[in-house]
């Protein structure tokens, strides 16, 4: 029997390549949570949207190894429970985004697959949870998933598109379908799944509001990092029966000298991985070696 899910959702999840709404917590906790955040935002100097110059991008990713309220997010029991259903008992953070629209930009996700850019075999174990700290609405702009586009495969991508949340700027020419999308529609402390080659995307924030999320990358240790240097990853529940990350540790105490370094060196590495699949990718598209549907 599932922890988290029915086993329609769990069914649903694996056809469709999603499952949505779910419930990590109550409004009122999503707002300690959001203050949290914007404690942080003002503690850097920054807020964690638009454009950030690199001393900040690092701050963006990764930050449940500096703050313990942070690291309780990625290891919230709810949203564990509900990663366990689909990919089951050993679960691993392999990093985090946060995707945060100001009322009244323009900054959009284009129609793109998170499994771009990881670099993790095989590509169908790794899960999304996106968890809402404000409303994620049509207005605001939330994300919308094509339904089945989980069984293309990996799909080519171009790059370059004009204020886009995503780090390489990476969206789909044709991602066919697209009249079948759903909503991803969250509230408060809500978060969805979605498979890592589900096609999506998101428009932008037209609300009075901020729209704050934070993306969790989850797989199983069986995983593979396909890159060329060894990735680092935090388990967060299970054991690690296969070695293939390095384990991290939840910080010890907020924002310390000891948390600052470990996240900066954690993110150094993320970053020369993640703009090494780029590369690949890239250089994969150019050769015409990506599968195109």
């Given at each position: 029997?599932?922890?988290?899910?029915?086993?329609?959702?769990?069914?649903?999840?694996?056809?469709d390549g999603f499952a949505l709404?779910?419930?990590?917590?109550?409004?009122?906790?999503?707002?300690r949570y959001r203050a949290d955040l914007e404690a942080f935002e003002a503690r850097i100097g920054t807020r964690l949207s638009g454009s950030l110059t690199p001393s900040k991008r690092k701050y963006r990713a990764r930050t449940y190894l500096?703050?313990?309220?942070?690291?309780?997010?990625?290891?919230h029991p709810a949203i564990l429970d509900a990663i366990e259903d689909v990919i089951g008992p050993?679960?691993?953070?392999?990093?985090?985004?946060?995707?945060?629209?100001?009322?009244?930009?323009?900054h959009i996700a284009g129609w793109h697959q998170d499994?771009?850019?990881?670099?993790?075999e095989p590509r169908d174990q790794h899960v999304t949870a996106w968890l809402a700290l404000s409303d994620a609405s049509l207005g605001s702009g939330c994300m919308q998933?094509?339904?089945?586009?989980?069984?293309?495969?990996?799909?080519?991508?171009?790059?370059?598109?004009?204020?886009?949340?995503?780090?390489?700027?990476?969206w789909i020419a044709k991602p066919a379908d697209v009249d079948s999308a759903v909503d991803c529609c969250l509230a408060p402390g809500q978060f969805s799944l979605h498979n890592t080659l589900t096609i999506h995307q998101s428009g932008p924030n037209r609300s009075q509001d901020r729209r704050i999320g934070i993306g969790i990358s989850y797989v199983p240790p069986s995983v593979?990092?396909?890159?060329?240097?060894?990735?680092?990853?935090?388990?967060?529940r299970g054991v690690d029966r296969y070695g293939h990350f390095d384990l991290e540790r939840p910080p010890g105490a907020d924002f310390d000298a000891l948390a600052e370094e470990a996240h900066a060196r954690s993110f150094e590495g993320y970053r020369a991985n993640y703009l090494e699949q780029i590369?690949?990718?890239r250089a994969q598209t150019a050769a015409g070696a990506m599968r195109v549907s």
């Amino acid at each position: 029997m599932p922890k988290m899910l029915t086993e329609a959702q769990v069914a649903g999840y694996h056809r469709d390549g999603f499952a949505l709404p779910l419930t990590a917590f109550s409004p009122d906790t999503a707002r300690r949570y959001r203050a949290d955040l914007e404690a942080f935002e003002a503690r850097i100097g920054t807020r964690l949207s638009g454009s950030l110059t690199p001393s900040k991008r690092k701050y963006r990713a990764r930050t449940y190894l500096l703050y313990r309220w942070a690291h309780e997010l990625v290891s919230h029991p709810a949203i564990l429970d509900a990663i366990e259903d689909v990919i089951g008992p050993d679960i691993l953070v392999f990093t985090t985004t946060w995707f945060i629209k100001e009322p009244g930009t323009p900054h959009i996700a284009g129609w793109h697959q998170d499994a771009t850019h990881f670099g993790l075999e095989p590509r169908d174990q790794h899960v999304t949870a996106w968890l809402a700290l404000s409303d994620a609405s049509l207005g605001s702009g939330c994300m919308q998933f094509i339904p089945g586009s989980n069984r293309r495969g990996q799909m080519p991508h171009n790059y370059g598109l004009d204020a886009s949340v995503n780090d390489a700027e990476q969206w789909i020419a044709k991602p066919a379908d697209v009249d079948s999308a759903v909503d991803c529609c969250l509230a408060p402390g809500q978060f969805s799944l979605h498979n890592t080659l589900t096609i999506h995307q998101s428009g932008p924030n037209r609300s009075q509001d901020r729209r704050i999320g934070i993306g969790i990358s989850y797989v199983p240790p069986s995983v593979r990092h396909v890159g060329s240097q060894r990735h680092p990853a935090l388990l967060v529940r299970g054991v690690d029966r296969y070695g293939h990350f390095d384990l991290e540790r939840p910080p010890g105490a907020d924002f310390d000298a000891l948390a600052e370094e470990a996240h900066a060196r954690s993110f150094e590495g993320y970053r020369a991985n993640y703009l090494e699949q780029i590369a690949s990718h890239r250089a994969q598209t150019a050769a015409g070696a990506m599968r195109v549907s």
